[in-house]
Every structure is written in structure tokens, then in C-alpha cells.
């Protein structure tokens, strides 16, 4: 699912438009050499176009023209390009594919205050639009993580957003998005972006003091240690479900705190089910989610959503993580793999190939050749939409798109290409992080209606009624399957439970 979060355009307002122009004739936005707008204007008005509003400062006008006329205008030389004039729309609510995908929208969420999700992560940004008024409070790290309430990395706040997202006709919705669910943070993560294990069991067991029912943990490490073997197990025997992300790393190595039995592991899935490529499959994984282009927030105005045009025809792109925001038009130029300076890409925009060295080293080289933009495509199937440039900092937007856009754009590099990167305090990220919190705020979910279950009848449900995916009956890369709110809640109502753990 791609979505963007448009702003209100002045090209939307009505204007009175003189001449013939037919309910067929499409609005296009016409960009002409300086110094020209009479002669295109004129060169329009014979085809029987009309100019709608006039944009000077930019050389453009916007226009109404038939499927002749824009042919025609095409060839015109004192034309730069023609884009069509696309609506643009107040910011609205967007429902992330999760959602509805794990249930979700069946369940009500009105008695989730008898619950409390722990999450452990990098913070929470407290004055975001779609978080600020939920009931949160939260615990700083004693290893000098910071404050709770703010997010270096974004990564938190995405994962809050999931769970607990505001139904509040802004941004996204969460899983339970009444503000009814009580949220503890704990933040362990700063801007270094790791934490010690001991510092995350203390970090568990804060959250065990500030009435946790669930734990998440979308993190993970190699190596198992005992003491956190024993004190997930003192969490479970206590009646905390901790769930945990089983890893990115497209193995079958173990992650823990996930692969500890005390603990819930989950796998990511995309929109269509599929398993995603890096998740890691193992026989500890339980459970599976959305886990791919997952739209959520981060913290406001930090989060970048793409397009990418190419003589007016969108193609699908996504912004490379850490990209500053911006927006550039003009040519394409051939890069490659962009290995060293691409110096021919002087006021161009680098199409460059993935591969060899970082995207950050590319982006770089295409900057320090005089490049304005850079589009790296990929070198495998599918969109390139989880490259990013680690602590690198650029001044140009970069976008990754896909192997088969990008094999089409070598074809066309004289083309116009017009790139938007544009802030927003919303992101797709993919990820068994991105996973976890559809389980976790699923867990909570289901729990709120039953109570009075213990943990372990809550994980037993979840684990029945899971839609089986990929081999019958559990495997590891799906677990028991894609969990399911409303089928967990039919299962507890008629089986019911005894509050054993």
C-alpha cells in the first residue's frame, strides 16, 4: 500500500476558465523558457487549450488541454515538460494494510484500559499529533539513553504509532486507537542506537513495576545469557507476555530475547502475506505480522514520503532513510554503480544501481559530481524501499525504486524527472520491530476482553487461531501463522479460561 499525505495546493481553487474546454479536457501544469509565456500561450490558445492560472515566479501555467493539444504542446520547443495538474486534498486519516490485516477493525477497543503495554524501545515523541493524547507515561534508562518523551531515531514512535495511534481523522490509526490502552515507555536506545542486555532486563523490570501486562521489544541480539533466560522466565511466571522481534537478518540464527521460550517471537510478513525476505526463520518463531512498508509515525516532521514522476507519470519510489527533504526537476544522468564522483551528473539527477558500496557512498559521489538528486534502483526483485544512510549526512533527496523502474529510466534519461521528498511526521518502515507491535497491541487487545485470562491462555489463543500460512501446521518462517484478533477473541468466549498460568 502506497500512500501519500497531501497538502491543500492553490492550484485547487476555482478559477473562472474562458473557452471551449471540455469536461474531457485534462489540467495540466506547463513549464515553459523564460521569457515565453506569451508564445506558448498563444501556441495553446490555437489548439484549442485554455490557461487556467499562471504561475510567473516558476515560468508555468497551469492549463486545460485536450489529448491533441497535449501531444502537440509536447513538441513545442519553448516547452521544458507538461505534468498533470493532480489534485491535492486536506490531510487525512490513513488505515496501515496491518490493521484490518490482524483483525483489528472487528475488535473494539473500549475496555482496553485494563491493560498496559510496556514498550522498550527509543522513546516517544509525546507532542506528535497522532500520540499526544494518549495515556502514556514513561521511565528513562539509568545508562544515559535520555528522556523518555523524546526519539533520536524515530524507531519507538513508529512502533507506539502501530499500537496506539489516534483515531483522530489525522495521519494513521493504530490497533487500538480509542487512547483507552495505558502505554509505559521505557527508553534504552539513544543516539548510538544499541543497549546492553542488562540494561534491558532492567528496563523489563521496570516495566513489571509500572503494571505491564505485555512487554514489546522490537530488538534483538546474538548470544543467549542466562540471567536473561531467568528473568524473562520470573516476567512470565508473574503473568507478563513478553513478545519480542524475531530478527532481520534473513537466517535461520536464533535472536534473543525473542528465542527464549519465556518469550513471544514474531516474523514479518508483507501485504500479500508473503514472507519477508530478512525475517529470520527459525523454531522459535510463534507468530507472524505485518512487517513490510508499514506506515506509522515518527517523531513530527522527521519522516519522508516520495514521488517520483517521470514526464508526468508517477513512479512508485521510497525515500532512502536520512534523506533530506526537497524537491528537484530536470534530467537524468547514468551513473552507475556510482563508485567515485559521477561528474557528468552536473545539475542532474544520478540514477545510480544498487550494489558494491554503501548508499550513503552514492549518494555522496553523485553529490560531489555536481548532482541534484539521486534515484538508486535495485540490483534484486521489488521495490528498494529499506536503504538508508546510516549517520551520513547529504543535501540532496535521494529515493530507491525498483529494478524493473529503474532498467525503464536507463531507457529515458532526456526525460523530465521531477522528485519530491517531502517532511512528514509519518514513515513506511519494514522490519520484525514493525511486526512485533501488531502482536503486542493484538495481545492487549484480545486480553481487555477477557481479563481475567492468564498469559498463557492469552499466547495459547493467539497461537490457535492464527491464519496458517506457508507450510500446514507451524513452520519457521510463519510460526503458527498471521495473528488474529477477532478469531482469538471468538475462541476465548466460547472456550473461556481459568486464569492459570
Given at each position: 500500500?502506497?500512500?501519500?499525505?497531501?497538502?491543500?495546493?492553490?492550484?485547487?481553487?476555482?478559477?473562472?476558465?474562458?473557452?471551449?474546454?471540455?469536461?474531457?479536457?485534462?489540467?495540466?501544469?506547463?513549464?515553459?523558457?523564460?521569457?515565453?509565456?506569451?508564445?506558448?500561450?498563444?501556441?495553446?490558445?490555437?489548439?484549442?487549450?485554455?490557461?487556467?492560472?499562471?504561475?510567473?515566479?516558476?515560468?508555468?501555467?497551469?492549463?486545460?488541454?485536450?489529448?491533441?493539444?497535449?501531444?502537440?504542446?509536447?513538441?513545442?520547443?519553448?516547452?521544458?515538460?507538461?505534468?498533470?495538474?493532480?489534485?491535492?486534498?486536506?490531510?487525512?486519516?490513513?488505515?496501515?494494510?496491518?490493521?484490518?490485516?490482524?483483525?483489528?477493525?472487528?475488535?473494539?477497543?473500549?475496555?482496553?484500559?485494563?491493560?498496559?503495554i510496556c514498550i522498550i524501545d527509543s522513546g516517544y515523541d509525546i507532542v506528535h499529533e497522532d500520540l499526544s493524547g494518549n495515556a502514556v507515561t514513561g521511565s528513562s534508562d539509568p545508562d544515559g539513553a535520555g528522556?523518555?518523551?523524546?526519539?533520536?531515531?524515530?524507531?519507538?514512535?513508529?512502533?507506539?504509532?502501530?499500537?496506539?495511534?489516534?483515531?483522530?481523522?489525522?495521519?494513521?490509526?493504530?490497533?487500538?486507537?480509542?487512547?483507552?490502552?495505558?502505554?509505559?515507555?521505557?527508553?534504552?536506545?539513544?543516539?548510538?542506537?544499541?543497549?546492553?542486555?542488562?540494561?534491558?532486563?532492567?528496563?523489563?523490570?521496570?516495566?513489571?513495576?509500572?503494571?505491564?501486562?505485555?512487554?514489546?521489544?522490537?530488538?534483538?541480539?546474538?548470544?543467549?545469557?542466562?540471567?536473561?533466560?531467568?528473568?524473562?522466565?520470573?516476567?512470565?511466571?508473574?503473568?507478563?507476555?513478553?513478545?519480542?522481534?524475531?530478527?532481520?537478518?534473513g537466517n535461520t540464527a536464533h535472536s534473543y530475547p525473542a528465542s527464549y521460550s519465556s518469550v513471544l517471537s514474531v516474523g514479518a510478513i508483507d501485504s500479500s502475506k508473503e514472507i519477508w525476505s530478512s525475517s529470520q526463520q527459525t523454531n522459535q518463531v510463534e507468530l507472524s505480522a505485518p512487517g513490510v512498508q508499514v506506515l506509522s509515525s515518527v517523531p513530527t516532521n522527521t519522516g519522508r514520503i516520495s514521488s517520483l514522476t517521470l514526464n508526468g507519470t508517477e513512479v512508485e519510489a521510497a525515500p532512502i532513510s536520512g534523506t533530506p527533504a526537497g524537491e528537484i526537476t530536470g534530467y537524468l544522468e547514468d551513473c552507475g554503480t556510482a563508485e567515485s564522483a559521477c561528474i557528468s551528473a552536473a545539475g542532474k539527477l544520478c540514477l545510480i544501481e544498487r550494489g558494491n558500496i554503501s548508499f550513503a557512498e552514492k549518494v555522496l559521489n553523485c553529490e560531489s559530481g555536481g548532482g541534484v538528486g539521486a534515484i538508486v534502483y535495485n540490483n534484486e526483485d521489488g521495490l528498494l524501499s529499506s536503504a538508508t544512510l546510516g549517520d551520513t549526512a547529504t543535501?540532496?533527496?535521494?529515493?530507491?525504486?525498483?529494478?524493473?523502474?529503474?532498467?525503464?529510466?536507463?531507457?529515458?534519461?532526456?526525460?523530465?524527472?521531477?522528485?519530491?521528498?517531502e517532511a512528514t511526521s509519518y514513515e513506511y518502515f519494514?522490519?520484525?520491530?514493525?511486526?512485533?507491535?501488531?502482536?503486542?497491541?493484538?495481545?492487549?487487545?484480545?486480553?481487555?476482553?477477557?481479563?481475567?485470562?492468564?498469559?498463557?491462555?492469552?499466547?495459547n489463543a493467539l497461537t490457535a487461531t492464527a491464519e496458517d500460512l506457508g507450510d500446514a501446521g507451524r513452520d519457521n518462517a510463519y510460526g503458527y501463522g498471521l495473528v488474529q484478533a477477532k478469531a482469538a477473541y471468538d475462541y476465548l468466549s466460547l472456550n473461556g479460561c481459568s486464569g492459570l498460568i
Open positions: 500500500m502506497k500512500k501519500s499525505f497531501p497538502l491543500f495546493a492553490a492550484s485547487l481553487l476555482t478559477l473562472a476558465v474562458a473557452g471551449h474546454a471540455t469536461a474531457e479536457d485534462k489540467r495540466y501544469i506547463v513549464t515553459f523558457k523564460h521569457g515565453k509565456s506569451e508564445s506558448v500561450n498563444s501556441f495553446m490558445n490555437k489548439r484549442g487549450g485554455r490557461r487556467a492560472l499562471e504561475i510567473r515566479r516558476h515560468n508555468a501555467m497551469a492549463a486545460h488541454l485536450s489529448a491533441e493539444a497535449l501531444k502537440e504542446m509536447r513538441s513545442n520547443p519553448d516547452i521544458a515538460f507538461i505534468e498533470e495538474d493532480v489534485k491535492r486534498y486536506p490531510m487525512s486519516q490513513d488505515i496501515p494494510y496491518g490493521i484490518p490485516m490482524v483483525q483489528a477493525d472487528q475488535l473494539g477497543d473500549s475496555q482496553a484500559g485494563n491493560r498496559t528522556n523518555w518523551y523524546e526519539d533520536q531515531s524515530g524507531h519507538g514512535t513508529h512502533v507506539a504509532g502501530t499500537i496506539a495511534a489516534m483515531n483522530n481523522d489525522t495521519g494513521v490509526a493504530g490497533i487500538m486507537p480509542s487512547s483507552n490502552i495505558n502505554l509505559h515507555i521505557v527508553k534504552v536506545f539513544g543516539g548510538d542506537g544499541w543497549a546492553y542486555s542488562s540494561s534491558l532486563m532492567e528496563a523489563a523490570e521496570v516495566c513489571a513495576e509500572n503494571g505491564a501486562n505485555v512487554i514489546n521489544m522490537s530488538l534483538g541480539g546474538e548470544s543467549p545469557n542466562a540471567f536473561e533466560r531467568r528473568a524473562f522466565s520470573s516476567l512470565n511466571r508473574r503473568g507478563i507476555l513478553s513478545i519480542a522481534a524475531a530478527g532481520n537478518d543535501n540532496i533527496p535521494s529515493v530507491g525504486i525498483s529494478d524493473i523502474d529503474g532498467a525503464a529510466l536507463l531507457l529515458q534519461l532526456s526525460a523530465n524527472v521531477h522528485l519530491v521528498n519494514n522490519g520484525t520491530s514493525m511486526a512485533t507491535p501488531h502482536v503486542a497491541g493484538v495481545t492487549a487487545l484480545v486480553w481487555s476482553h477477557f481479563p481475567n485470562c492468564s498469559n498463557t491462555e492469552i499466547r
